[in-house]
């Protein structure tokens, strides 16, 4: 004997073949009920970034980490960001000329690739020469674009003089 399975034991599909077209209508109209409030409301999203009010960056709090900025004219290559960076973001080469006995940074690299914002490298600079922007969008067609060079290739720049209270600590630390 032929044996029908019965719709009741399965949830949502309780009812009649009729009764179940009806709930399926009554739910399409309360789910698009709520579609059509929403669209005669003022969104509540924005389209990013060409039609925020103001750019985001001018929105973020004054201690935001975003991606270093390094003021060459105040860094005394005293490689204590590099020292600091826990995971070699920051390369620094310095050489010292055999004539004149001055030194000079011929590489300084920032990989923001691999930056993880953390600031460790930013804390020991004694003239405040590394610090973290606010910008965020580094976003690149090409990853070798997220090593900053603060050095062209092939230029040497002569670091700035250490100021003296710098250089009594930098005396205090090796002795
Ligand atoms: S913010 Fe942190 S991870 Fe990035 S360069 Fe500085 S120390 Fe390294
Ligand atoms: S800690 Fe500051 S001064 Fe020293 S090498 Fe880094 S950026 Fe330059």
Redesign the pocket.
Same mark, same amino acid.
């Given at each position: 004997m032929a044996t029908t399975a019965s719709t009741d034991a399965v949830p949502g599909f309780r009812g009649t073949y009729f009764g179940r077209i009806k709930n399926a209508i009554i739910s399409i109209m309360e789910g698009m009920s709520v579609t059509l409030g929403y669209l005669l409301q003022r969104p509540i999203t924005i389209q990013y970034p060409d039609r925020t009010p103001k750019p985001v960056k001018d929105t973020l709090p004054e201690r935001y980490?975003g991606i270093?900025e390094l003021d060459m004219k105040t860094c005394t290559a005293c490689l204590a960001?590099e020292r600091? #960076?826990? /995971?070699? #973001? /920051?390369k620094i080469e310095v050489v010292k000329d055999k004539e004149t006995k001055k030194r000079y940074i011929t590489r300084f690299d /920032?990989? $923001?690739a691999? #930056?993880?914002? #953390?600031?460790?490298?930013?804390d020991p600079c004694p003239g405040g020469a $590394?610090r973290?922007t606010n910008e965020f969008e580094g976003s690149t067609s090409d990853v070798q674009y997220l090593v900053r060079r603060f050095v062209p290739p092939g230029e040497r720049i002569e670091p700035a003089k250490p100021k003296k209270k710098e250089k009594e600590e930098a005396g205090a630390e090796g002795s």
């Open positions: 980490r270093l960001c600091a #960076c826990p /995971i070699g #973001c /920051i /920032i990989d $923001i691999k #930056c993880m914002y #953390c600031g460790l490298c930013v $590394i973290h």
